[in-house]
């Protein structure tokens, strides 16, 4: 079976500090991976997709990047955080085909304080 | 540009009854609908897909319908139970682009013991 695993779960980190979050999918291949966040009060806003390695798309232009460096790891990362960044950020996977819905990684809470 | 719209935003119901939660998109050339539950802090767990070829889809006291004629989901929850208590999602992909998914704001559900 599929397994999707997102970390860390909570993160506090500090105006103008790095950021790397990470995604890794099991039990697929050549899945396609995304990069949701969701802000206090507000709904899923998708960042990054990627179809396959060292394909990104961006969707909202902003503080963050995302890389593939393998088939089934993506990483959301930034080099200077700002407060606007702080929220929940969730990972996801689906296959190539529409037949197929999304799963979702458990999230990761950051908070820049 | 697909959107998506979840009404109510919030709902309070008594134990034992039945509802339904209603979600609505303005491009009907969809693959297909997905919904999801989101309990406080946590991740994304979905609930339901159905394709564009389907009606409806039943999962346990879970039932969805789609109707792409009329632009609209509904998530019908059978005897509620205080553990039904979360935000539910709905989702669906803007039409030519199958790989990215627009949400809709959510319904929060409270179900009283």
């Known amino acids: 079976s599929q397994t999707i695993h997102q970390w860390p779960a909570t993160l506090v980190q500090p105006v103008g500090s790095p950021l790397s979050l990470e995604c890794t999918v099991e039990?697929?291949?050549?899945?396609?991976l995304y990069w949701y966040r969701q802000a206090a009060g507000r709904g899923l806003q998708l960042l990054f997709y990627?179809?396959?390695?060292?394909?990104i798309s961006s969707e909202v232009p902003q503080n963050l990047s995302a890389s593939r460096p393998q088939d089934r790891q993506f990483i959301l990362s930034s080099k200077k955080l700002l407060l606007s960044d702080s929220g929940f950020y969730l990972c996801?996977?689906?296959?190539?085909?529409?037949?197929?819905?999304?799963?979702f990684g458990s999230g990761t809470r950051l908070t820049v304080v | 540009k697909q959107e998506v719209t979840q009404i109510p935003a919030a709902l309070s119901v008594p134990e034992g009854e039945n509802l339904v939660l209603n979600c609505s998109f303005t491009?009907?050339?969809?693959?297909?609908l997905q919904w999801f539950r989101q309990d406080p802090g946590k991740g994304l767990t979905s609930l339901l897909l159905?394709?564009?070829?389907?009606r409806e889809q039943t999962s346990g006291r879970l039932n969805a319908s789609l109707d792409k004629s009329s632009g609209r989901s509904t998530l019908y929850i059978a005897a509620s139970q205080p553990g039904d208590s979360a935000t539910y999602l709905c989702?669906?992909?803007?039409?030519?682009?199958?790989?990215?998914?627009?949400f809709g704001s959510g319904t929060q559900l409270t179900v009283l013991p």
């Open positions: 159905i394709q564009s070829s389907q």
């Open positions: 990627s179809v396959g390695i060292g394909q």
């Open positions: 996801a996977w689906s296959r190539g085909s529409q037949v197929y819905g999304y799963t």
């Open positions: 039990g697929t291949s050549n899945p396609n």
């Open positions: 491009d009907s050339a969809i693959y297909n």
């Open positions: 989702a669906a992909p803007p039409s030519g682009s199958a790989r990215q998914l627009t």
